[in-house]
């Protein structure tokens, strides 16, 4: 798996939250579906995109089961990875 991004902090109360992209252009982390993300203890966790926004210098998103500000708590930190399989072919 690859790594593409973090997830950095909350957005507001419903859920949503800040995620630094390692892609370029940011908005490209948001085409990747799914992500896995790696918490501090496995396993790997798969979500779902709800929505995202380009906001600031970053993007901020709802991820489906994290839609409470005390859920989307929980993932701050996280890694998201993808497949590598996901990434166009050069």
Request: proline fraction near 6%.
């Amino acid at each position: 798996m690859i790594e593409v991004g973090r997830i950095t902090g909350l957005f507001g109360i419903h859920g949503w939250v800040k995620v630094e992209s390692y892609t370029d252009p940011l908005e490209n982390i948001v085409n990747y579906q799914p992500w896995a993300l790696k918490l501090k203890h496995p396993p790997l966790q798969i979500v779902e995109l709800i929505a995202s926004e380009r906001h600031a210098k970053g993007m901020v998103v709802q991820l489906k089961g994290f839609e409470s500000m005390d859920a989307a708590r929980a993932i701050i930190g996280a890694r998201v990875l993808i497949e590598k399989e996901q990434l166009p072919k050069l």
